[in-house]
T-cell receptor, first 112, second 115 residues
């Protein structure tokens, strides 16, 4: 069975601080990995995805994530956060069966 | 272009009742998935449909059922509602014709409250 663990439930940062949100997954086969963001009152949106190739993927709004296969990790990073990055962030994994499993999310609050 | 649309946006039901939630995928998308998101948790996979056939099912009881219509819209049905079914129900569609490595687009969800 596949599972996803997000280490931080709530992260509070000041503007311009660097961000790293942890995500670890368990699955024995080939995986697709995703980070989604949910801004207050809005629907889930895809930030970035990894299917294959370069393990360092860049997404929208300056976000990036690195797939480290040996550590079963796909951490999300941003060098300098903005107030508008306040949102909930979900890591997800999709295995061969096509089923997507989400982590429980990390709430990011950026103080202006 | 319209995104994934779900109806209704909010719903209040009594224990034991049944409910039908509806989803219209993005035009041209043939794959629809349903998720349940309980407060404080991530979305949990319920069903995936592609070309009107069930292609995946999560760990949910038989009270949960779904179907996909010829126009690729979908319904999620829940019978004998329990308080624990209160959640945000999300629908996601994708253009599976481009292969399975494609992005899923989510709707705003239906907030179901069971009292």
């Amino acid at each position: 069975a596949q599972s996803v663990s997000q280490h931080n439930h709530h992260v509070i940062l000041s503007e311009a601080a660097s961000l790293e949100l942890g995500c670890n997954y368990s699955y024995g086969g080939t995986v697709n990995l995703f980070w989604y963001v949910q801004y207050p009152g809005q629907h889930l949106q895809l930030l970035l995805k990894y299917f294959s190739g370069d393990p360092l993927v860049k997404g929208i709004k300056g976000f990036e994530a690195e797939f480290i296969k040996s550590k079963f990790s796909f951490n999300l990073r941003k060098p300098s956060v903005q107030w508008s990055d306040t949102a909930e962030y979900f890591c997800a994994v999709k295995g061969n069966a096509g089923k997507s499993t989400f982590g429980d999310g990390t709430t990011l609050t950026v103080k202006p | 272009d319209a995104g994934v649309t779900q109806s209704p946006t909010h719903l209040i039901k009594t224990r034991g009742q049944h409910v039908t939630l509806r989803c219209s995928p993005i035009s041209g998308h043939k794959s629809v998935s349903w998720y349940q998101q309980v407060l404080g948790q991530g979305p949990q996979f319920i069903f995936q449909y592609y070309e009107k056939e069930e292609r995946g099912r999560g760990n949910f009881p038989d009270r949960f059922s779904a179907r996909q219509f010829p126009n690729y819209s979908s319904e999620l049905n829940v019978n004998a509602l329990l308080l624990g079914d209160s959640a945000l129900y999300l629908c996601a569609s994708k253009d599976a014709g481009k292969g399975m490595n494609t992005e899923a687009f989510f709707g705003q969800g239906t907030r179901l409250t069971v009292v």
